[in-house]
């Protein structure tokens, strides 16, 4: 099959201030596409820095939008917003999130649905939206940053996990529904990744897990999301040792013995 060209084309980032979503848009912008790049309000001066940085490095356009997608309209004033002032969008990356780590029972209940809301409700609204889009025109590409932890419970961060399994099926799901239309959806499903989002939420410094997973850089993982993504491939988990225990090992293994593992092995250490 063919590779994808991101040449020219307009490619819309969610999350973009920072972590995954920030080495995604250089690695978008290195491969010569126009990026819209979204960010929470908060971080509207971070996301400048990085708009004059790809401009200047790669001649290519980038815009900047601010709006918190865990509001109630947000995805919906965003999408707006994005048709408004860059027309049609050829690849949405959803990409902006949230964890809370702790006991479910200890978490407070705005937490959860924050978390619900931007890590769910948000991708969903925004998949929605742009996909109507790319469906008219016949072409399109949507690729939702999701997570190894779609693959089995996340115990310790199950608000968390399940979002991302929602996320997962959905995806895989749509992008079988899709097929005839020239609109594809992706997912990239990278493990803990050194970035801001386990510095927050209660995230510890060390969990067990880390010596079998590692703890990814989040350069290395964008560089390796776009390739695959070029290449088409619908479900793409980096690293063998990580593709082998999230694609292979959880099929393999008793389901209470799964949950029973990761309740020691997504524990905090240290
Ligand atoms: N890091 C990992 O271990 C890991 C592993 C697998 C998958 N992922 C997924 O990768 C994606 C990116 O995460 P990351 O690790 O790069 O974390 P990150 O550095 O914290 O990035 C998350 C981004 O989302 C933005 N954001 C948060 N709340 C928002 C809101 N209400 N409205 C709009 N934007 C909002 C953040 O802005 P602020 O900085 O202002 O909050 C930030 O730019 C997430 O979906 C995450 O679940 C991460």
């Not at 980032?13 to 979204?38: D, H, M, P």
């Not at 390739?227 to 090992?249: A, C, D």
Request: glycine share 10%; proline share 4%.
């Amino acid at each position: 099959m063919a590779k994808y060209d991101l040449t020219g084309r307009t490619v819309l980032i969610t999350g973009a201030s920072s972590g995954i979503g920030r080495e995604l848009s250089r690695c978008f912008a290195a491969e010569g596409s126009n990026l819209v790049l979204g960010c929470h309000p908060s971080e509207k001066e971070s996301l400048e820095g990085l708009i004059a940085e790809l401009a200047g490095s790669h001649g290519v356009r980038v815009s900047g939008l601010a709006i918190d997608l865990a509001d109630s309209r947000g995805p919906e004033d965003f999408y707006h917003s994005v048709r408004r002032t860059a027309g049609r969008i050829d690849v949405l990356v959803n990409n902006a999130g949230v964890l809370h780590y702790g006991s479910f029972a200890d978490i407070p209940l705005e937490d959860h649905e924050l978390l619900v809301k931007l890590n769910v409700l948000a991708y969903l609204k925004l998949m929605r939206l742009f996909l109507a889009d790319m469906v008219k025109a016949g072409e399109g590409r949507i690729l939702n940053v999701v997570s190894a932890a779609a693959f089995q419970p996340t115990v310790h961060h199950a608000t968390y996990g399940a979002s991302k399994a929602f996320m997962q099926s959905l995806s895989e799901a749509v992008d079988q529904e899709l097929r005839g239309t020239g609109v594809r959806v992706f997912t990239f499903n990278p493990s803990y990744t050194r970035t801001p989002l386990l510095s927050r939420g209660g995230f510890p410094v060390k969990i067990w897990w880390y010596r079998i997973s590692g703890l990814s850089d989040p350069a290395d993982m964008a560089r390796q999301a776009v390739r695959v993504f070029k290449q088409g491939k619908p479900v793409f988990i980096p690293g063998l040792r990580n593709w082998l225990v999230h694609s292979i090992l959880i099929r393999l293994m008793p389901r209470s013995l799964l949950n029973a593992l990761g309740r020691w092995v997504l524990r905090a250490e240290g």
